[in-house]
C-alpha cells in the first residue's frame, strides 16, 4: 500500500486533536490512577487509554503498519511503516495540573520519518508536516528563526530524571549557556520544545536520555521548518541514541560545538 502523505496527515491531526479533548475531559471528570515505571517516570490511567484510542484509529488510517508506543498497548512491527507514539509528553506536568503536555504522533516509512504531528493540548495548537511539505502550526506556515548566533538564541532543555551519570557535564552546558544566551527554559515536554523550536519560540534545544517516541515527530518537523537535528556528536543517531540537538540552522554549527565539547 502506497500512501499519500497529506492526507494521511491532516487525519492524524483530527485524531491527536480528538484525543487531546478526550484527555482534557477525562481529566476534569475522573481522578487520576498513577503507577511508576521507574524513578521519577510515572505513567497515569489516561497514557494508556488515548494510547490504544489513537493506535485504534491509526489503524483505519494504515491496517499494515506497526506501532512503537511509549506505554506499549501493543507491539506490533511492521514491515514498511511504523508509527511512533507518545500519548502524553509531559506526563508529570499533565499529573500535577501543569501545561505544556502533548501528544506527539511520527510515522515512519522504511525507518524514513515521513510524518509529524504533535498537539500542545493547552494552548490547542497543533504543528504538522508530511514529507516534502511545509510546516504548520494550525493552518499556518512556520519556520525556524534566523537567529545568527548563540548569544542572541533562547534555547531550551530538559532535565534528566532518571539517568543521572552525566549530570556534572550537563551542567557545565547549563552554565555556559545560561552566561552566553538569551536565557534557558525548561518546560518538561520535548515534544514541545522541538515544536517551538520549529516555530520560532526558541531557537535551539538540547538534552538527552529521551526516547524515540519523545522525539521523532518533533525532530521531523524541525527539518521540515529549516532547523537541523543531530545527536551529541553531530550525527543522525538522536532517534535511538538517547540524546539530541535541534536548532535553527544559523546557530547550528557552534550550538553542536558547545554541546559535543563539554558532553564528549
Known amino acids: 500500500m502506497d500512501i499519500k502523505h497529506k492526507d494521511i496527515c491532516l487525519e492524524v491531526v483530527k485524531i491527536a486533536r480528538s484525543t487531546g479533548q478526550f484527555i482534557l475531559n477525562e481529566r476534569k471528570s475522573n481522578n487520576l490512577s498513577i503507577d511508576t515505571k521507574g524513578d521519577n517516570d510515572f505513567v497515569t490511567h489516561l497514557d494508556k487509554a488515548s494510547e490504544k484510542l489513537i493506535i485504534e484509529q491509526l489503524k483505519n488510517l494504515i491496517p499494515e503498519a506497526g506501532f512503537i508506543a511509549e506505554e506499549a498497548t501493543t507491539s506490533i512491527k511492521g514491515e514498511k511503516y511504523n508509527w511512533i507514539i507518545d500519548p502524553i509528553d509531559g506526563t508529570t506536568n499533565f499529573i500535577h495540573g501543569l501545561f505544556p503536555f502533548a501528544i506527539s504522533i511520527a510515522l515512519q516509512e522504511e525507518n524514513e520519518t515521513v510524518i509529524g ?148
Request: net charge negative; aromatic share 16%; glycine share 8%.
Open 117 to 264: 504531528v504533535i498537539y500542545e493540548v493547552g494552548l490547542d495548537e497543533c504543528f504538522y508536516s508530511w514529507k516534502n511539505g511545509d510546516a504548520y502550526l494550525n493552518n499556518e506556515v512556520i519556520s525556524t528563526t534566523n537567529t545568527p548566533t548563540i548569544k542572541e538564541s533562547l534555547i531550551a532543555t530538559g532535565f534528566p530524571y532518571s539517568e543521572f551519570s552525566r549530570m556534572e557535564k550537563f551542567t557545565e552546558t547549563l552554565n555556559y549557556f545560561m552566561a552566553n544566551s538569551h536565557g534557558l527554559r525548561r518546560l518538561g515536554s520535548a515534544a514541545t520544545d522541538l515544536a517551538y523550536v520549529a516555530c520560532g519560540r526558541f531557537d535551539a534545544f538540547y538534552e538527552y536520555d529521551l526516547k524515540p517516541w519523545d522525539v521523532a515527530a518533533g525532530a521531523f518537523l524541525v527539518t521540515q521548518a529549516g532547523g537541523r537535528v543531530c545527536d551529541f556528536s553531530g550525527f543522525d543517531n538522536y532517534l535511538f541514541g538517547k540524546e539530541i540537538i535541534a536548532t535553527n540552522s544559523p546557530t547550528h554549527d557552534d550550538f553542536k560545538a558547545v554541546v559535543k565539547k563539554i558532553m564528549q
